[in-house]
């Protein structure tokens, strides 16, 4: 079975999310890649997991564009879906579910589950109208993201496809 684990990533968190996804799928003896969702289909995959960077409550473009034209595709292979985007040490995210988007989109590929994921943000790699956002927001600055739950997640996955 051959596994494309793939993300919209605006300044790469969620990219690197993606890729320990697959180097987990790996190591428990799956066939899994990872891609940037702007460089990769699902043609010639059996299952796909999906990310997407959470701005604003919404998935970023490219994961929406990408669901949206693989739709087909999607629908019959095993899907999963991932968003990174809550910020702050876990015992202080306020769980405000899905990102708008996600239903339709999960029901467009027909998605089999759908997680969140706390995210990195380095203010450095931040342009102009995004280091404004982010101190409109208050948003707190570092890596919020727990490779333990991601790797556990991973785990549930190749289960799955026993």
Do not use: N
Not at 22 to 40: F, H, K, Y
Not at 60 to 78: C, K, N, Q
Request: aromatic share 8%.
């Amino acid at each position: 079975m051959r596994i494309l684990v793939t993300a919209a990533s605006r300044h790469g968190s969620t990219l690197e999310i993606a890729a320990a996804v697959a180097d987990s799928l790996a190591r428990r003896g799956l066939q899994a890649e990872a891609g940037s969702i702007e460089d990769v289909t699902p043609d010639g995959y059996d299952a796909v997991v999906v990310g997407s960077a959470v701005y604003m409550g919404h998935w970023l473009e490219p994961a929406r564009r990408f669901i949206e034209e693989h739709a087909p595709v999607l629908a019959d292979r095993p899907v999963w879906l991932f968003s990174s985007g809550p910020l702050g040490p876990p015992e202080h995210l306020v769980p405000e579910g899905d990102p708008v988007d996600v239903a339709a989109l999960a029901e467009a590929s027909r998605a089999r589950g759908h997680r969140v994921f706390a995210g990195r943000l380095s203010k450095a790699d931040l342009g102009f109208g995004e280091r404004a956002m982010v101190a409109a927001v208050r948003a707190p600055e570092g890596d919020f993201r727990d490779w333990d739950a991601i790797d556990a997640w991973a785990g549930e996955l190749a289960q799955a496809f026993d």
